[in-house]
Nanobody, 115 residues
Framework: QVQLQESGGGLVQPGGSLRLSCAAS????????MAWYRQAPEKQRDLVAS???????NYADSVKGRFTISRDNAKNTVYLQMNSLKPEDTAVYYC?????????WGQGTQVTVSS
């Protein structure tokens, strides 16, 4: 059974940085896409950034130039480096992966940007 373990969330001041990590275990197949989504209170879950197995990346317009997604295929781990954080980045951040058998979600990690 595929499990995703997220870490790295927390409270940070505006302008600060955080790095999220998500380690996938139990996948018998190669992982295609790895991504981060976020959901603020009373809003829908939106894509933040994604990365393919070949390293191609895609970002939401709101985070371009501030966030960087990367992955370590040997460790089945995806990272999200978040810089210049803003209060509007406050949300629960979810890890997502897709392999030949389906899609999987992490349990979410809270990121709060506040002074």
């Amino acid at each position: 059974q595929v499990q995703l373990q997220e870490s790295g969330g927390g409270l940070v001041q505006p302008g600060g940085s955080l790095r999220l990590s998500c380690a996938a275990s139990g996948s018998r197949f190669s992982i295609y896409t790895m991504a981060w989504y976020r959901q603020a209170p009373e809003k829908q879950r939106d894509l933040v950034a994604s990365i393919t197995s070949g390293g191609s990346t895609n970002y939401a317009d709101s985070v371009k130039g501030r966030f960087t997604i990367s992955r370590d295929n040997a460790k089945n781990t995806v990272y999200l480096q978040m810089n210049s954080l803003k209060p509007e980045d406050t949300a629960v951040y979810y890890c997502y992966i897709r392999n030949p058998r389906g899609t999987y979600w992490g349990q979410g990690t809270q990121v709060t940007v506040s002074s």
